[in-house]
């Protein structure tokens, strides 16, 4: 599974209410609304520029907060083709599997604000194409892989009733 796009660079401690601003709540039941609205209150320009497959690389702690599943689900909306970030909050974490965004721990230090990037989730490597380095990090197991691939955990018991470990 390769990903490739822009990065869009966020510090440490993005919580889910900066992904999807509290007082959007009434919105939960509407999440492609709620997605014209994500990352707004990190920056309030997101939404507009983000393309399909950019990548959000963040810092430490990425998703920290409550356990709102559709904080990851509005990022995969907005057409984002995944999350780098030094750490994320567990929570959030199983919830962008769950939802089938890419989530992958690395470090990000040397990526910036609109580099270029190819992401190998089943080798763990990201190819910075604007400054021409590789960033080696540890694979997604095949269990998350696979729900990835088939877009999600529902998608995935769907598929194959069951988890597919191989």
């Not at 965004?101 to 270029?116: F, K, M, R, V």
């Amino acid at each position: 599974m390769i990903l490739r796009g822009k990065a869009h660079k966020f510090g440490d401690d993005i919580s889910t209410d900066l992904i999807a601003p509290g007082r959007l709540f009434h919105l939960r039941t509407n999440l492609p609304e709620l997605a014209k609205h994500v990352l707004e209150d990190a920056d309030p320009n997101f939404a507009k520029k983000v393309k399909p497959g950019d990548l959000i690389v963040a810092g430490k702690n990425f998703g920290l907060g409550s356990s709102r599943e559709h904080a990851a689900a509005i990022i995969k909306l907005a057409g984002v083709g995944g999350v780098l970030a030094r750490s994320f909050a567990r929570i959030f974490y199983r919830n962008a599997i769950n939802v089938g965004l890419p989530a992958l721990i690395c470090d990000t230090s040397q990526i910036d604000q609109g580099d270029e990037l190819q992401v190998d989730i089943e080798k763990g490597k990201i190819r910075n194409l604007t400054k021409e380095m590789v960033i080696e990090t540890k694979p997604l197991p095949k269990v998350m892989l696979n729900i990835l691939e088939d877009g999600g955990l529902i998608e995935h018991f769907k598929k194959h009733g069951k988890f597919k470990l191989d």
